[in-house]
Structures are given as structure tokens and as C-alpha cells.
């Protein structure tokens, strides 16, 4: 294959790293800054027999579902894993929400449900039996229901609990009927799934697997588009997250979940951290400059050997793909250390080039294209409000709304440094000309 | 030497962006999102014939996503092309499934939350070809997705792309589409404009057009100020090119954004100026169109004769040249003055004449428009259920042609008749069934009326909180969308709220609030009502002095303004502050003074209660025959309008009547038949004076047990409505029974209840005379 082609298919903004790839560069402990995968593993860790929940946010494309791929094996005992060990052992399950809940219509009795699936599926295939336990006739029962429902009459139900999950994903009918079911069910459910199958499955995985605990992930609800739903202004994050915090915690085992960024930086972040009583965990973008608005050369070198290690994936040196070295510390400068930009980035430097290695007249072309692109979203208003962003390097307190926006957004990146944390603005968006921002409407 | 050619058709810039997407298609292994910017349809299939020209070996399908599918992008994408393995998929239209009028789409929504499944599912370069304004709202919309995109590609039109557009707007007129539409053709005529502008030597023709139909974009959209600024652009291009139609539409044009924005005077000028133009040209509809909306200014000033007259004169132009909906708008319109003069009979016949051309035509619009001015003729008639019917029967077409503001609107004048029936359950019903459609057609200001009215409703039930409640929650609407009369007349509302609780600081407080506002917006008769309402507190809280200054500041306002109703009602309320202090003689002149001016302009209700108030003088002067006649020759006014409220306020006044006569059956007879009624239509108010009336009766025929009974009875309603007064009057009540009774402790704790919420509301009076009841030996 054509190098190009090579380097182009490797710097794919749209594939997250798997935990166990190569390609894996663990920044956080190279820039010697809280691990977000230690702090995580030691707060479930430490908490011993008790049950906990734990929040996990941060930028969208930052690596969050990779740290989390991480966090599992880590504590899933897996050597390789981390620098640091764990003294208990978990039994970790994943739950990737986007797979099997419509983001768009979620409540958090589907989410429930589908931990419990998670659960029940990843149980199973480790070995555990459960059409001898009593969930085994639990879900016959509950099937029974919702097949006499008349409008899942034409849905074939699976007997497979598994499978079950994929048609509620894919029949947006047995979804609603589910989440009512569920409403009546719920408390029944807990009890089955706490007082029954929790106990009988850890003292399965202590005696076979050596596990002292179960931990489940859910990983993406972070994605849950926020939505204003009552007159009173009322979203549904608030509503999923702090109004049904109550069910979201109702399981007897850890689980950690993934919050928008917007809600975990919102007025609300307080009644969250009460209402699971955890911190909330954000997972950082990779530092490339200072306060100061200096260069950060450790936090620089890491977003270079990110590339590096991708660009001898494609069979390619760093000299093929850049005529200078500087470019590449450019380009990594630019993408403020947010990972994904920076795949972006290069993608359409790719683009514009006719052949190796990237030079930088083009470099210039695509960071213009890309300026351009991230200045559509942005109004007179936010003009402003990253004007002083950038300025003070903190937030706009004045209004939230606007805020939470540039946050979510990526208009805005948060860092972290021994002070604790400060914001910038997206650093393409300093590279936009003063003629191309909207004027301010009178 | 071919190549060449046809090279030149695209500029370097375009070569360049195409170049690089070119590349992504080769480059790309897999899924690969990428967007390319064109506003252009033409210049878009120009750029799609190169890029198979350049690639001749790719297999590239093309789709145009179709908004009106039921379907998605996902399954329309699965529909048309199953699991063909191709080399990239061009889509275009994605702009069409955004709501623009909402900031989510649910199309949108589909993309953010898909997008693992579509890079399975699509394992090759997906392009969007898309406006720019469609790019900025993905990104907004869908972070998620937008996130995903390797490559952005932008292509700039030239010239020819800009006029081949603007035709293709051009085709269907603006009014005709839905507001989604019109969104998003103002955002392409905008970035067409950017570009023409971007040109070295701008083609006059073509910005004249652009300015021109974004200035209609804009005023169908209510952004008015921008729409004049555009029209203003558009106007000395249209007449360098010595285009006179084009000069005279924006100039009529210009006259419609200051009708809008009610500058009567430059509207009426603007309008005398498209006139000969269009005369000159020969343009008889043009005309015709400029002489109406002359018409359409003189009514909205008020000229009715003018008004009249205009329409009288476009009436017959339309009909020469055979425009049959301007004949019918015409027609109508002469009906509106009609209406307006209160000339009830003609305004009728004129919508009758209307209605059957109207669908002759077709226009089931103007059709269901004709209608409900009917219907709005019968409830100026007071002619209720004529008025219903009316409504009902325009409902179903604004419903069938999908109108769904005229629907909300017919569902709102249901309610309003119910309401003027004082019909209140039914009243609301017809509100919060209308409120949902306001909403989703994203009508701010209908929602907020719908809003507001429930909460009306609501203060007529005396269900305060929900009032109050209701007004809350109109203001910020109102406040939002900047309709600065609303925002006043709710805060009114709200205060009206507090008065009826006797909470008599904060009512002083909202309406000081409201005052200014009214006052900068030049709402004559807002200002009036908010300066009454003060003398109203003032009243309540016995500051007499001031109660009658503050109608007295308010009654010449209503007389400048020519608004007799306010006269009246001032004139009143000066005989109920006379009454107050026991001044007799002026109460009863004050109220004779308003009585023929209700009379004149046939406000039946302000008779009545002027009638009424004659009777409380009577009362007061224990003119006892004279008050029951008073009474009883308001009660039929009452029932003939159909006022509930007022006849069972009368009744209760015979009751009064009664009650100082000492003839106690009688009284406890009327105050029974009063109860009723305030039951009926949901007055807690008037249902708790009417308890506490048959406790006092009770309590002067010393059957204590019952007065009792009765007062503990109407205490909690009084508590529960959050009526102060009220409460204090019903412990004062419960305080004299224990004084009858010797309850020493029950009546001390009675009278220094009743004592203190006096005080707390500031009716100092009241409070002393509680307490010396208390002192006083028996």
C-alpha cells in the first residue's frame, strides 16, 4: 500500500485504541500527572467490601474509552496492565452504552437493565450457569409478559437473555413497553439481582476466578445528548443522572459510570458529587503548554511519540512524513493535546498533499481549512466569552449556559497542572482571522 | 488542450479543495466521513461530473436523502444501496432534514447516536454535500458525528452559480413555505451574498435579487429591522439597473416593514411612492397591492373611513384583472374595518361575501380566516354560541390544511368565548389544548398567551397560585421574545394576583414594575390600568387620599386616549373610594356619572355593576328598599350576559340586604342560592363569603353550633386561596361568635389573629377594631 494511504488509514479519528495495542501511550504517567486509571482502580479498590459508584468524565476524543479499557484490565489483575498493582481482583464488566441503549430515549431503568444484562452475558460467558438460578426463571417469566404485550405480538422475543438486548435495541416499541414493564418490575429486579445472583455469582468467582469483587463500567453515556425537557428548563442529563441517581445506584456492586462533561462542570456538579458520593474524575486533555502560555515540551513529546508510534505502524519515519520536524510539533501545539484533533489534523494535511512528505505550505492550507471549520459554531457571543478564556485562562462564570456549551464543544479544553485546573481556548481557533468572525449584531 | 477547458470552468480555489478530497477518496480504506460546503446546486453537479472524471475507476453511488421519509439517514441509506461494496457514497439534502426553527433535529439526533453502526455498516468514504449554514448546524447539532469527520472541503461559487440559485429561490414565493424552509433559504441567500460580495466585480443584477429575497426572508421570518435593511440595499441597485418593478416592489416593500413595526406615517409614504410607480408601469396588481396596504395602514391608525375607502379602491382593480384572492382580502378587509367600527352587521355581511370566493378559489386559508372573523363578530355581539360554532367550524380546515398556528389560534378564541361565558373548566381545557400547538410550531408569543390566559382563568377562580404560577411563567417568554407589552401586561396580571391575596406590597410593587414599561412602550391604556390598579391597592389598604389621586391620575389618560371604558371604570372606582369614607353623596354622583357612559358604549357588565354599587350606597345609607332595588334591576343584566360571577354577587348583595333587615331566612335563602353558582364556576372567593354570609346569619339567630360550623368551613378556603383579608374577616367573625358564646381564650386568640394580619396587610383600622372587640365588655 501506498504510504500515504498507510498513514492516512492509521490516524483515524474515528477508532478508538483497544486497551491491549501497541500504539498505547500512557501520557499521564510519562508527565508524571495523577493517573486518572490509578486514582479510578484505587478508589473502587479501596473501598473494600462496600459498594461504590464512581463518575468519569471528560472531553469528547480525549482517550476516556481507552483509559477505561485500562482501568479493566488493571483491575482485572492483568500484570501488563499498569505500573502499579491492586490488591483485590475484580470481576469487571463493560457495558458500551451507544451499543445497546438509544442514547436518544434513555431512562434509567433501561440503563439498570442493561448493566444487568451486561452482567448476566459476561457472567455467562465466563462460565457461570444461570438457567439453574432463579433469574433463569425470572426472564422466562418476564418474557412471557412481554410477549403477550399486543404490540410486541409480531416481535420475535429471543429465550436467549442476550439476545433480548438487541431487540429492544432495534424495535423502538418494545422499548417503551420495556421501560413501563421495568417500572412495575424494578424492585424485584434489584432484589433478584442483589440477594440472589450477586451473592451466589461472587462466591462462583471468588471459589473459580479468584475474584474478590465485581465492578461494572458503562462507558458512553457521556454521549447522551442534552436536551431541555420541562418549561422549568429542566435537562435530561439532570433528570437521568441526579433524578434517577437513586436507581443508577440501586445495584449491591461498583459501577462506574461515563457523565457528560457538560452535566460534571455544571451548577450541578455538587448535587452529583453528593448524590453518588464520589469525586468526579476528568480525564484531562494532554498539556502542551503552560499557564503562561509557554510550550509544555514533556506534555509536546508525548503528543509526538503518539504519532510516532502510529506512523511506524503505517511503515513510515517521521522524516518521510514531514519535511521538518518542526511541523510535526506544530501540528501537536495546535491540537491543543487532544488526540482526535490532532488525527484530523493530519488527515487533511493528507488530504492536501500530492505526495510525502507533508511540507509547510500545506500544513498552513490545512490549518486555515481547520480554523475555519472550528470557527462555524462560533457566534459574536462565544467569540467573546474564548477572547477572555484565553486571556484569563479560567472559566466564564457569568453565564454557565455559554459555558458548558464552549465546553462541550471542544471550543474549550481543560487542563490540569500542580495548581489544579485552568482552560484555554482551542488553540485553532488563534489561528482564525479577525476578519472571519461574525460581527456583533446590534 | 481539453483539459484546459474544462479546467477552467472551476477557479484554483475549487481546484484545490477538489484535489484534496479527490485524495481522500483514494486514500481512505475504510469508513471515512468527509463534508464538502456548496452552496450551489449547479456548481455541486459540475464538482460531482469532475470527480468521475478524475476517477473514472471508483465506484461512487449518490443519494439525495428525502426529509419527508419516515425513515432516517441510516435506513434510507440501507434502502438504496443494501451492502453493494462501493467506493464512496455521495449525499445530498441533509440540510432538508434539519428544524432550524428548533435547535434539535431529530434527524441530527440520529446521526450523533448512529455512528458506530454507520462506519460498520458503511466501510467506505461517506460525503455530505451540504449549504454552509447545514455545516455549521451539524456541527452544532451533532458534535458526536461532526467529530468523526477526517476531511472538510470547500467549494465557492461563481457568479453564474449565484443567479442560477436565486432563480431556483425565486420559483415558489417565500409566504408559501414552511418556516423551516424559510430558515434555511435565508441561510443560503446569506452565504450567497457573502460570496457575491467576495467578487472583484459584483454582478448588480444578482445582489439586487439576493437583497431582495433576503429581505423577504427575513420579514417572513419577523426579523423586520433586518428585512428593511436589506430591502434599503436592494432598492438603488433595482434603480441603477433602472429595473422599475424591482424599484417599486422594495419600495412597497420598505412600507411593509414599517407597517410591521407600526411607523405608520414612512408606511404610508413608502407606499404613495410604489404607487405611481406601478401606475407608470403598468403593473395593475402592483398597484392594487400598493392601495390596499395604504388601506391596511389606515386601519391599523384607526382611519377607518380611509381605511374603507382604499379597500373600496383596490376592490375593483383586483376584480378587472381577475385576481380573485385579492378580491376576497379586500372584501375581507372592508369587513375588518366593519369590525372594528363595531359595525357588527356589515362586518358579517362582508366575510359572508368573502367566504364563498374564498372557496371558489380554493384558499382554504382564507376560508377558515373568514370564518373565524365571524366567529370573532358573534363574540363581539356577545352572541357566544354562534361564536363557538364558528370557531368549531374554521377548526377543521386550519387542522386539514395543516395550518397549525390558525388552529391553535380557533382552539384559543374557544377558550376566550368560554371564558367571557365564565365557563372556566372548559375555558382552560381549550387553553392548554392550544398551548401544546404553540409550542411545537414554536409560536413563542401564542404560547405565552395561551400562558397567560390560563392564568386569567385561573385569577377568575380565585385559584391564585396556579395564577400566579401561570403569570410566571408567561413573563420570560414575553421577555424573550422581547414583546415588551406582554411582559407588561403579565407582570399587571401577576399583581393582580397579589391584590386579590391582599398581599397588597407586592400588588404595589408589580405594578410599579409594570408602570414603566407600559410607559416606554407608550401603552397609553397600560399605563392607565397600571395607575388604577395602584389606587386599587391604595383602596384596599384604606390610604384613601392617595387611592383617589392615583384614579385621578388615571382617568384623564383614559379620556385622551378615548377610551370610555376606562373612563367609566375610573369614575367608578373614584364612587368606591367616596363610599369608603362614607362620603355618600359623591359615591352615588361618581356612580351615576359612569352609568350612562357604560350605557353608551353597551358595556352591560360595567352597568350592572355600577347599578350595583348604587346599591351599596343604598346599603351603606341603610336605604335598604332603594339598595334590594338596586339589586334587583342589576341581577337581570347580569343573567342576560350570562355573567355568573356578577349574578351571584348580586344575589349575595340581596342577602346583605336581607341580613340588615333581620329577615334571616330570607338572607340565608340567598346567600344558599348564591353558593352554588361560585361553586359552579370555581370561585373559592366567592364561595367562602358566601359560607361566612351564612355564619353571620347563623350567628344573628344565635344558632352558634352552625355559625360555627360555617366559619370553620370557610377559613381553610380563604387560607387555602391565600386571601389574607379574608382570613382576617373570618377570625374576626369566629372571634365575635366566641364573644357571644363567653369563649374568653378562643376569642382572645380569634381577634389577635384577625388582629395581626389586619396589621400585616396594613389595614390599620381593621386591626384596631379587632382588638377593641376584644376589650370591650359584653
Known amino acids: ?442 | 488542450m481539453e483539459t484546459k477547458t474544462q479546467q477552467a470552468a472551476l477557479s484554483i480555489e475549487n481546484q484545490v479543495e477538489l484535489t484534496a478530497l479527490c485524495n481522500m477518496l483514494e486514500l481512505a480504506g475504510g469508513f471515512t466521513l468527509g463534508f464538502a460546503r456548496v452552496n450551489h446546486p449547479k456548481l455541486r453537479a459540475r464538482l460531482v461530473e469532475e470527480i468521475r472524471r478524475r476517477l473514472p475507476g471508483k465506484a461512487i453511488n449518490e443519494l439525495t436523502l428525502d426529509p419527508r421519509s419516515e425513515s432516517g439517514v441510516v435506513p434510507q441509506l440501507e434502502e438504496a444501496f443494501g451492502h453493494q461494496k462501493l467506493d464512496g457514497v455521495f449525499l445530498y439534502s441533509l440540510d432538508t432534514m434539519f428544524d432550524l426553527t428548533t435547535r434539535q433535529s431529530p434527524a441530527m439526533d440520529v446521526l450523533n447516536l448512529n455512528r458506530n453502526y454507520f462506519g460498520k455498516r458503511f466501510p467506505f468514504p461517506v460525503v455530505f454535500w451540504l449549504p454552509e449554514f447545514a455545516m455549521r448546524e451539524l456541527s452544532h447539532q451533532a458534535p458526536d458525528f461532526w467529530a468523526w469527520r477526517s476531511g472538510t472541503y470547500y467549494f465557492v461559487g461563481a457568479e453564474g452559480d449565484a443567479a442560477e440559485t436565486l432563480r431556483g429561490l425565486d420559483e415558489d414565493p417565500i409566504s408559501s413555505v414552511t418556516l423551516r424552509e424559510k430558515r434555511g433559504r435565508r441561510e443560503i441567500l446569506e452565504h450567497v451574498l457573502a460570496e457575491l460580495r467576495a467578487a472583484a466585480q459584483p454582478d448588480s443584477r444578482s445582489l439586487a435579487d439576493t437583497y431582495y429575497l433576503l429581505g423577504q426572508a427575513n420579514y417572513y421570518e419577523d426579523e423586520k429591522n433586518a428585512a428593511g435593511a436589506y430591502f434599503e440595499k436592494a432598492l438603488p441597485l433595482f434603480r441603477e439597473l433602472e429595473d422599475r418593478r424591482g424599484e417599486a416592489n422594495a419600495i412597497r416593500s420598505l412600507g411593509d416593514v414599517a407597517l410591521s413595526q407600526a411607523r405608520y406615517e414612512q408606511a404610508a409614504e413608502r407606499y404613495e411612492q410604489a404607487l405611481p410607480i406601478y401606475r407608470q408601469i403598468g403593473d395593475r396588481l402592483g398597484e392594487a397591492n400598493a392601495i390596499q396596504s395604504l388601506g391596511d395602514v389606515a386601519l391599523s391608525q384607526a382611519r377607518y373611513e380611509q381605511a374603507a375607502e382604499s379597500y373600496e379602491q383596490a376592490l375593483p382593480i383586483y376584480r378587472q384583472i381577475g385576481d380573485r384572492l385579492g378580491e376576497a382580502n379586500a372584501i375581507k378587509s372592508l369587513g375588518d374595518v366593519a369590525l372594528s367600527q363595531a359595525r357588527y352587521e356589515q362586518a358579517a355581511e362582508r366575510y359572508e361575501q368573502a367566504l364563498p370566493i374564498y372557496r371558489q378559489i380554493g384558499d382554504r386559508l382564507g376560508e377558515a380566516n373568514a370564518i373565524r372573523s365571524l366567529g370573532d363578530v358573534a363574540r363581539m355581539q356577545a352572541r357566544y354560541e354562534q361564536a363557538a360554532e364558528r370557531y368549531e367550524q374554521a377548526l377543521p380546515i386550519y387542522r386539514r390544511i395543516g395550518d397549525r398556528l390558525g388552529e391553535a389560534n380557533a382552539i384559543k378564541s374557544l377558550g376566550d368565548v368560554a371564558r367571557m361565558q365564565d365557563r372556566y373548566e372548559q375555558a382552560a381545557e381549550r387553553y392548554e389544548q392550544a398551548l401544546p400547538i404553540y409550542r411545537r410550531i414554536g409560536d413563542r408569543l401564542g404560547e405565552a398567551n395561551a400562558i397567560q390566559s390560563l392564568g386569567d382563568v385561573a385569577l377568575r377562580q380565585a385559584r391564585y397560585e396556579q395564577a400566579a404560577e401561570r403569570y410566571e411563567q408567561a413573563l420570560p417568554i414575553y421577555r424573550r421574545i422581547g414583546d415588551r407589552l406582554g411582559e407588561a401586561n403579565a407582570i399587571q396580571s401577576w399583581g393582580d394576583v397579589a391584590l386579590s391575596q391582599a398581599r397588597y406590597e407586592q400588588a404595589a410593587e408589580r405594578y410599579e414594575q409594570a408602570l414603566p414599561i407600559y410607559r416606554r412602550i407608550g401603552d397609553r391604556l397600560g399605563e392607565a390600568n397600571a395607575i388604577r390598579s395602584l389606587g386599587d391597592v391604595a383602596l384596599r389598604q384604606a390610604r384613601y387620599e392617595q387611592a383617589a389621586e392615583r384614579y385621578e391620575q388615571a382617568l384623564p389618560i383614559y379620556r385622551q386616549i378615548g377610551d370610555r371604558l376606562g373612563e367609566a371604570n375610573a369614575i367608578r372606582s373614584l364612587g368606591d373610594v367616596a363610599l369608603s369614607q362614607a362620603r355618600y353623596e359623591q359615591a352615588a354622583e361618581r356612580y351615576e356619572q359612569a352609568l350612562p357612559i357604560y350605557r353608551r358604549i353597551g358595556d352591560r357588565l360595567g352597568e350592572a355593576n355600577a347599578i350595583r354599587s348604587l346599591g351599596d350606597v343604598a346599603l351603606s345609607q341603610a336605604r335598604y328598599e332603594q339598595a334590594a332595588e338596586r339589586y334587583e334591576q342589576a341581577l337581570p343584566i347580569y343573567r342576560r350576559i350570562g355573567d355568573r360571577l356578577g349574578e351571584a354577587n348580586a344575589i349575595r348583595s340581596l342577602g346583605d340586604v336581607a341580613l340588615r333587615q333581620a329577615r334571616y331566612e330570607q338572607a340565608a335563602e340567598r346567600y344558599e342560592q348564591a353558593l352554588p353558582i361560585y361553586r359552579q364556576i370555581g370561585d373559592r372567593l366567592g364561595e367562602a363569603n358566601a359560607i361566612r354570609s351564612l355564619g353571620d346569619v347563623a350567628l344573628s339567630q344565635a344558632r352558634y353550633e352552625q355559625a360555627a360550623e360555617r366559619y370553620e368551613q370557610a377559613l381553610p378556603i380563604y387560607r387555602q386561596i391565600g386571601d389574607r383579608l379574608g382570613e382576617a374577616n373570618a377570625l374576626l367573625s369566629m372571634g365575635r361568635l366566641a364573644r357571644e358564646t363567653d369563649d374568653e381564650t378562643r376569642m382572645t386568640a380569634s381577634l389577635r389573629q384577625a388582629e395581626s394580619i389586619y396589621e400585616s396587610i396594613g389595614l390599620k383600622d381593621q386591626a384596631r377594631r379587632a382588638r377593641e372587640l376584644g376589650l370591650a365588655p359584653r
Open chain 1, 1 to 442: 500500500m501506498d504510504k500515504r494511504a498507510a498513514l492516512y488509514q492509521q490516524f483515524d479519528p474515528a477508532r478508538p485504541l483497544e486497551a491491549d495495542s501497541d500504539l498505547y501511550v500512557d501520557w499521564q504517567r510519562e508527565l508524571n500527572r495523577d493517573d486518572i486509571k490509578q486514582r479510578l482502580a484505587n478508589s473502587v479498590s479501596l473501598a473494600g467490601d462496600i459498594a461504590v459508584s464512581r463518575l468519569l468524565t471528560g472531553h469528547r476524543g480525549v482517550g476516556k474509552t481507552t483509559e477505561l479499557k485500562r482501568v479493566k484490565r488493571i483491575l482485572e489483575g492483568d500484570p501488563g496492565a499498569g505500573a502499579f498493582s491492586i490488591e483485590r481482583k475484580y470481576f469487571v464488566s463493560l457495558l458500551e452504552a451507544e451499543q445497546w441503549l438509544d442514547l436518544q430515549d434513555v431512562g434509567p431503568p433501561d440503563i439498570i437493565f442493561h448493566i444487568v444484562r451486561q452482567l448476566v452475558d459476561d457472567l455467562n460467558e465466563a462460565g457461570f450457569g444461570f438457567a439453574a438460578t432463579s433469574f433463569g426463571q425470572f426472564f422466562k417469566e418476564f418474557r412471557d409478559i412481554l410477549t403477550s404485550q399486543v404490540e410486541l405480538k409480531s416481535i420475535d422475543i429471543p429465550t436467549d437473555f442476550a439476545k433480548f438486548g438487541l431487540v429492544l435495541k432495534q424495535v423502538p416499541v418494545a422499548r417503551s413497553t420495556l421501560r413501563s414493564l421495568l417500572q412495575g418490575h424494578l424492585p424485584k429486579i434489584y432484589d433478584l439481582i442483589n440477594d440472589v445472583i450477586l451473592k451466589k455469582a461472587r462466591q462462583w468467582l471468588k471459589q473459580k476466578k479468584g475474584c474478590d469483587d465485581i465492578l461494572v463500567i458503562v462507558d458512553e453515556l457521556d454521549h447522551i445528548p442534552q436536551k431541555v425537557i420541562t418549561e422549568q428548563g429542566l435537562t435530561n442529563h439532570v433528570n437521568i443522572f441526579l433524578d434517577g441517581a437513586g436507581t443508577l445506584r440501586s445495584l449491591n456492586c461498583n459501577v462506574l459510570y461515563t457523565v457528560p462533561i457538560e452535566l460534571a462542570y455544571s451548577s450541578s456538579r455538587e448535587r452529583l458529587k453528593a448524590a453518588y458520593a464520589t469525586e468526579i474524575l476528568a480525564l484531562p486533555v494532554i498539556p502542551v503548554t503552560r499557564r503562561d502560555g509557554s510550550a509544555f515540551e514533556d506534555g509536546l513529546q508525548t503528543m509526538v511519540r503518539i504519532v510516532e508510534g502510529r506512523t511506524a505502524e503505517a511503515g513510515a519515519t517521521i522524516e518521510e512524513f514531514f519535511s521538518d520536524r518542526e511541523l510535526l510539533r506544530r501540528l501537536c501545539s495546535l491540537s491543543g493535546g487532544h488526540v482526535r484533533m490532532l488525527f484530523i489534523l493530519i488527515r487533511s494535511a493528507l488530504e492536501r498533499c500530492d505526495q510525502l512528505p507533508l511540507t509547510p505550505e500545506v500544513l498552513d492550507r490545512t490549518v486555515r481549512r481547520q480554523a475555519n471549520d472550528i470557527s462555524l459554531a462560533v457566534d459574536a457571543n462565544r467569540w467573546q466569552a474564548l477572547d477572555e478564556v484565553h486571556r484569563a485562562k479560567q472559566p466564564v462564570e457569568e453565564d454557565p449556559e455559554l459555558w458548558y456549551g464552549l465546553l462541550k464543544d471542544l471550543f474549550v479544553y481543560g487542563y490540569e497542572d500542580d495548581l489544579g485546573s485552568w482552560y484555554d481556548w482551542n488553540p485553532l481557533l488563534g489561528e482564525v482571522p479577525e476578519a472571519n468572525r461574525p460581527s456583533r449584531k446590534t
